[in-house]
């Protein structure tokens, strides 16, 4: 069973700094490509930074220059460093992990989500 686990979430004022990670677990052979999204209250949920399946990687501008993504030594693990932060960045982030290839197959994950709230 491939889980994705994300910590890092927490309460921030504006201007602060929050550093998000995502971990893949289970039986994992490869995985296509990894990035973040998120969900603010009635709206839909968008992306915010990704690894493509090339090794690029790609920012919605609302975070560019502030928000910078990044891999762990074990390539199923990526991190979003969050600077700058501000109001409108409030929402549920979520990992996701697309082209899983495991034992029980090929397929896409989200994480269950983690909370970024950050005051003004």
């Known amino acids: 069973q491939v889980q994705l686990v994300e910590s890092g979430g927490g309460l921030v004022q504006a201007g602060g700094s929050l550093r998000l990670s995502c971990a893949a677990s289970?039986?994992?052979?490869?995985?296509?490509?990894m990035g973040w999204y998120r969900q603010a209250p009635g709206k839909q949920r968008e992306l915010v930074a990704r690894?493509?399946?090339?090794?690029?990687?790609d920012y919605a501008d609302s975070v560019k220059g502030r928000f910078t993504i990044s891999r762990g030594n074990a390539k199923n693990t990526v991190y979003l460093q969050m600077n700058s932060l501000k109001p409108e960045d409030t929402a549920v982030y979520y990992c996701?992990?697309?082209?899983?290839?495991?034992?029980?197959?090929?397929?896409?994950?989200w994480g269950q989500g983690t909370q970024v709230t950050v005051s003004s």
């Open positions: 996701n992990a697309l082209g899983v290839v495991g034992r029980q197959g090929i397929g896409d994950y």
């Open positions: 289970g039986s994992i052979f490869s995985i296509n490509a």
């Open positions: 690894f493509t399946s090339g090794g690029s990687t």
